[in-house]
Each structure stands twice: as C-alpha cells, then as structure tokens.
C-alpha cells in the first residue's frame, strides 16, 4: 500500500510538469527545491534535535558559489557538483564552533550567521553586491520543463539518501543521540562528531538546491535570501512532519501553494505593498501554532496513524 | 567471545560541590572477575561506574583499562576500549523498536559511515547483516525477543532493564559496568538475570555488579569490594566480607 502510494507520487510528478501552465512550472521548480532544503532540515531536527534559522544561508552558499565559479568560467555541470561541497564545508568550519550551543541558544547562533552572511555578500563586490551577480549560465537541461525534471530529482536523490542514512548504523546513532546523549555515548556514538556531520549533510542538501536554483534564475542577490526564507523552511519541516521522509515534500507543497494564494491576494489592487510579506509572516505563525496544538507530530504521521488505525480495529 | 579486560582504579577521588562522592577508591578486578560493589545509598557506587565509564571526570586518580588510561577519555572511546555500561535508570532510546535500541549499542565495534550509508555500500550492507544477526542473539540471551518490533518506550520496565543489557552486549564489552540490573524485577526476571550474568562470567568477560540484594550478590560474586562514604572499607571474598566487622556495622547490619 504505501509502495503503490510512492508509485502514484512518482507518476505524478513525472506526469504533472509539461501539464502546467508557463507560469505555475516556475513555482514547481522551487517547491522542489525548498523540499530538498527542508529534507536537510528535517534530518536536523527530526532526527539529530538541532534547530536551524540559518538553512537559507547554505542554500545561498551553494547558489553563490555555482553561480561565481562558472561566471568565471567553469563548467556548469562541475558548478553544479561544487554547490553542495561548498555549503558542506562551510557549515563544517561555521558548525564547529556553533555546535556548542543547543536548543534555542542554536537557532539564535544559525539566524546570527544569516544575517552576517547577507551583510557580506550585499558588501562583497566580488559578488556583485547588494545589485547581485548576473549572467549566470544555465544548465543545458532544455529550459523550464528541464528545470522542472532536474528539481524533482534532486530532491529524488536527497530523499533516497535521508532515508538510508535514518536506516543506518549512522542514522540510529543520530536518533539515540537526540534522546539520550549518555546513553548513546556509552554505546560508543561520537556525539560531536555526529551532529556536525548531519548540520554538514543538511548544509549539502540545501547548498545542491542553490545550485540549481543559481542556473534556474541566472542571477542571484542577497535579497532571494531574506531570513522569512530559512524560518519558511523550519515551518515547512514542522507541518509536514519532523523525522518523516515524506514529510518534507508535503509541508513545502501546503506552505508553497498557500503562500501562492495569498500571493494572489495580497497584490490584489488596493492591497497596500507590504501585505504579501505581512500575510506570509501571519500564516506561517498560524500554521506553526495550528500543527503545534492540532498536529503536534505534523502532517504526514498524522494521516500514517489514522490509516494503520482504519486497518486493524 | 572476547576475553575480559583488566580494571585497575588507583586513589580515584570526585566531589560535587565540595562534598566527596568517591574518595581516593582503589579497586582492582582481574580479567574475567566478577565483582560485586556494595554499599549504602549514597556510598558513591554510581559515582564510582561514572568514573569508569566516562560519564564523569576524576577530579584526582586514575582508571586504567588492560593498562591503557582511560580517566581522561570521553565516554565513546571508552566504549570503543570495550567498557559497556548498563546504567542504574533505564535509558533506553524512545521512538526506535527494541531491536534498533539494541543495535545502536553495536556501535562501539562497528564502523559503516554517513557516507557508505547514503550510498548503500557493499561495506555497509555487510556490517548491517552483521549488527541484526548480533542485535538478534543479543534480544535471545536477554529474553526480549518478542518484543523486537516493539517501540521501545512501551516495555514494562524489566523489559527496558533487559533491553539496557543487551544492548551493551550487542557492543561487545570486555568490561561490563551493571549498575542494579534486578532492581525493580520480579522473583523469576531476577532468577533469569542470575543465570546470565553467570553465563556472561562463563565467557570471560570481566564484570563489576552493583546490587543492593545481599544474597543475590554473595551468590554471584568471585569477590566483592564494599563501599561507605565514597571510601572503599573492605575488599575481599563474599565469607570474609560476611565477617567483617566494620561491612556489617555500615551495611550488612542494617540493610539485611
Ligand atoms: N551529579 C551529582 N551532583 C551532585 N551530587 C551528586 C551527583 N551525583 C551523585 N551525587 C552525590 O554523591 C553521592 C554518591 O551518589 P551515588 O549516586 O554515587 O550513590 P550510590 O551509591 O549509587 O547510591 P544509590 O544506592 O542510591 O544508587 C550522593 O551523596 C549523591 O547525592
Ligand atoms: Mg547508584
């Protein structure tokens, strides 16, 4: 049953793209791509218990350096393999020493670290400023119904990758960990080491996005990666359902399309010019709180534990 | 199985906010011992596993392992030496089964990464087989495996004892700490507990047994070292321990 379920998904997704009018295949190319990010997410909180406010700042990594090597004039493809390399490194020396805090104190240090990189790269004119780095080549994938394809496998190939790693010698001593750190010590888990490495892989998930999401556009400015971006990814993770593979896909497709409609209404006429941004902010606090009262697993062990339940009464 | 390893605690001493918990312990267990630790509540017993399992700093002394010092190692190497730890509340891993509990405890002695997970390696595939068919005899030995498949949370509480022990032997220790295994266990789990604890001595490996249940312990231990005040009074067999004056003035006279 749940095969037939991926199956169905699958055929969908494969069905759906050349279906789309022009203007929604751009909108299913960046759901595809805030699901990959959000599945990094996901691992980080769900199974290592790490909260991050920053993840949009490795989706900008990986998108700056895909953009910046081939606008020097490297190859796409390899542009495209150095984005999550990049962002894995990058988390690796920043997460070593941010590491060392928890909780709260964590998510605070990750959207710290946004805000500084904004601020450097709106500086730095070696990445075009606060202006932005244009004429970023583009994948040669045959346009928007290429991008379309190439976002949804990305995202394909993270999946696959969270799901073998949550089933591993490697993913079970993430789980202990996030429950029992004296325990899962003694058993012989490198707590350290560990959270590093999933906030490194969640940095590569994010980073592979930006990538892709470089070429797409063809031009990146600090301002695609305003901080609502990275708190986006977090509500995406939590409405879905934290620890779920499937998890991340859904909660980008319900905050994606909502924020789609609001869009619409926001910049109905007469609406004044801040209200898209204003209503995001208040349906992203009411789905938060909404999941947290109603759902507090989220969507997708929500709907898992309801039909195992109509199975066996 | 693996041999046991050789203890060897020399003038261990460690105070919580100035008061001392373990004071200058001396302690030394032969491979393949079995010995028992006892004393009254608050003696320093768990202070003492602490020490040795790494879960606490010495603030003097040290703990040696077959002559390897440990004292200043962080607890996953240790685990990696081969010390597993059975600890006195049961911490078990909620939201994984029994049987991803048990297996996590293998990690000390295995090795697969992030990376050959992701990628489904041969390497990985095959130390995969390996931990289930290891966590699988482990669930056996321990009684537990009609609850593999289980949430872990949703044992009774001599399960989650049980599964605490078999998860430590599915890391292969060569020096077991069992920090009041039965407590809380009925007449026939204790029974159980009894025979394999002597199983596992029978194997080799060296094990330290706190318990507060003077006849259990007396039957199992080769010797037994008694704790007061964080010090260590006596040391000796279970009939001179039975004998000896000061044990049963601080312990054996009120607990029994
Ligand atoms: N983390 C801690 N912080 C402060 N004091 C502690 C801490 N751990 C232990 N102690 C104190 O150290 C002393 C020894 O405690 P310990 O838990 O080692 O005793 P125990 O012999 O295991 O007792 P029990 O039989 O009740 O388990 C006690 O006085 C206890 O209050
Ligand atoms: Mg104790």
């Known amino acids: 049953m749940n095969r037939w379920l991926l199956v169905a998904a699958v055929v969908v997704t494969l069905a759906l793209p050349p279906l789309l009018p022009e203007r929604h295949l751009g909108t299913f190319v960046l759901l595809g791509l805030a699901a990959t990010v959000t599945a990094g997410v996901s691992m980080l909180m769900g199974y290592a218990g790490q909260v991050s406010l920053g993840q949009a700042s490795f989706y900008a990594i990986g998108g700056y350096a895909a953009g910046l090597l081939t606008v020097h004039g490297v190859p796409t493809l390899a542009g495209l393999l150095a984005a999550p390399v990049v962002a894995a490194v990058a988390a690796v020396l920043l997460g070593a020493p941010l590491l060392r805090l928890r909780g709260h104190h964590l998510a605070f240090a990750t959207l710290a670290m946004q805000l500084i990189l904004l601020s450097l790269l709106g500086r730095g004119d070696w990445a075009g400023g606060a202006i932005g780095l244009q004429g970023i080549p583009t994948l040669p994938v045959g346009g928007d119904l290429g991008y379309a394809y190439l976002s949804w496998a990305v995202l394909a190939v993270v999946l696959v990758i969270s799901r073998n790693i949550v089933a591993s010698r490697a993913g079970r001593g993430l789980r202990a960990a996030a429950t029992s750190e004296i325990a899962a010590a003694a058993g012989g888990v490198a707590i350290g080491r560990y959270r590093l490495t999933v906030f490194a892989l969640s940095a590569a998930f994010a980073g592979l996005a930006g990538g892709v999401y470089a070429f797409y556009l063809g031009y990146l400015s600090p301002g695609s990666f305003p901080v609502l971006l990275s708190i986006e990814f977090v509500v995406m993770a939590v409405v879905g359902g934290l620890g779920t593979i499937a998890g991340p896909v859904v909660g980008a497709t319900v905050i994606v399309l909502l924020v789609q409609a609001l869009n619409t209404l926001g910049t109905q006429p007469g609406m004044p010019g801040y209200a898209p941004s204003v209503l995001s902010y208040a349906v992203y606090a009411l789905l938060l709180v909404v999941t947290v009262l109603y759902l507090p697993r989220g969507i997708v062990p929500a709907v898992t534990d309801r039909l195992v339940k109509e199975r066996r009464p | ?256």
């Open chain 2, 1 to 256: 199985m693996t041999s046991g390893a050789a203890l060897e605690v020399s003038g261990v001493s460690r105070a919580f906010g100035g008061v001392f918990a373990v004071r200058d312990a001396n302690l030394s267990v032969a491979p393949g011992e079995l010995r028992a630790v006892i004393g009254p509540n608050g003696a320093g017993k768990s202070t003492l596993f602490g020490l040795i399992g790494g879960q606490l700093a010495p603030d003097a002394g040290s703990v040696r392992l077959d002559d390897v010092r440990i004292d200043r190692l962080p607890p996953h190497r240790r685990a990696r030496l081969g010390v597993g730890v059975v600890f006195q509340a049961a911490r078990i891993f909620p939201g994984m089964t029994t049987l991803e509990n048990v297996m996590a405890g293998a990690h000390a002695t295995t090795h697969a990464g992030f990376l050959a997970a992701a990628f489904r390696l041969p390497s990985h595939r095959r130390e995969e087989r390996e931990i289930r068919d290891r966590a699988a005899e482990c669930l056996r030995r321990t009684g537990i495996e009609d609850w593999a498949h289980r949430p872990a949370e949703e044992l009774p509480l001599g399960q989650q004892r049980a599964l605490q022990l078999a998860r430590a032997l599915c890391g292969r220790p060569r020096l077991l700490l069992l920090d009041e295994p039965a407590s809380g266990l009925r007449t026939a789990e204790r029974e159980r507990l009894a025979t394999l604890v002597e199983d596992l001595r029978g194997d080799g490996l060296t094990i330290l047994l706190v318990e507060h249940d003077v006849a259990f312990v007396m039957r199992l231990a080769d010797r037994v070292t008694v704790l007061d005040l964080g010090r260590v009074i006596a040391d000796g067999t279970a009939a001179e321990i039975r004998a000896d004056s000061r044990v049963v003035g601080a312990y054996l006279g009120t607990a029994a």
